[in-house]
T-cell receptor, first 116, second 114 residues
Framework: DAGVIQSPRHEVTEMGQEVTLRCKPI?????LFWYRQTMMRGLELLIY????????DSGMPEDRFSAKMPNASFSTLKIQPSEPRDSAVYFCASSPSWRGTTDTQYFGPGTRLTVL | GDSVTQMEGPVTLSEEAFLTINCTYTATGYPSLFWYVQYPGEGLQLLLK?????DKGSNKGFEATYRKETTSFHLEKGSVQVSDSAVYFC?????????????FGQGTRLTINP
């Protein structure tokens, strides 16, 4: 199995630009999670999906952030407009179901975003 | 809300030394507990987990026991190797709306010198 795939691995952009991060979960996993990792705040859950439907987006920092999952094999996290404080590593993770809830989460390699 | 507190790093040890990384948690209910490891430039990988009190998770020589009475899940390894150098995250799962929402500690950077 290829594991969770994220692209791009690195993104450098200027303040005010739109940024789109992409994720392909492991086939057969019906939960998908987006996390952000910074030195100051550690790992934070931004949003998660179940069967392509957003379930909990309470971690999304503000309206500049949006996430979609148009099908079971693809999700995007978009930031528009981007700001320097959005600089972080963004991880996608997927998980199969187990007894009505999620099982172990498998993480992608992350996208390192730098906003200048 | 639920939280995880980890031993602050960085931690530097010599090869073959004994390792302990402390982790304590605060939770309502009965969470599952996890240790994840992050090698340089990579995403997090599950190292071990325990789903109920007194369970011991183990993998690659690492062990951790779910201690409900002390709300702890300390990570141990008897003899570390240079290849164990990484950042280690303790986490608990909080089931919300049907999914295990992971709450992570701040991470502990471990460096093993030859």
């Amino acid at each position: 199995d290829a594991g969770v795939i994220q692209s791009p691995r690195h993104e450098v952009t200027e303040m005010g630009q739109e940024v789109t991060l992409r994720c392909k979960p492991i086939s057969g996993h019906d939960y998908l999670f987006w996390y952000r990792q910074t030195m100051m705040r550690g790992l934070e859950l931004l949003i998660y999906f179940n069967n392509n439907v957003p379930i909990d987006d309470s971690g999304m920092p503000e309206d500049r952030f949006s996430a979609k999952m148009p099908n079971a094999s693809f999700s995007t996290l978009k930031i528009q407009p981007s700001e320097p404080r959005d600089s972080a590593v963004y991880f996608c993770a997927s998980s199969p179901s187990w007894r009505g809830t999620t099982d172990t989460q498998y993480f992608g390699p992350g996208t390192r975003l730098t906003v200048l | 809300g639920d939280s995880v507190t980890q031993m602050e790093g960085p931690v530097t040890l010599s090869e073959e030394a004994f390792l302990t990384i402390n982790c304590t948690y605060t939770a309502t209910g009965y969470p599952s507990l996890f240790w994840y490891v992050q090698y340089p430039g990579e995403g997090l990988q599950l190292l071990l987990k325990a789903t109920k009190a007194d369970d011991k998770g183990s993998n690659k020589g690492f062990e951790a026991t779910y201690r409900k009475e002390t709300t702890s899940f300390h990570l141990e390894k008897g003899s570390v190797q240079v290849s164990d150098s990484a950042v280690y995250f303790c986490a608990l799962s909080d089931t919300i709306q049907g999914a295990q929402k992971l709450v992570f500690g701040q991470g502990t950077r471990l460096t093993i010198n030859p």
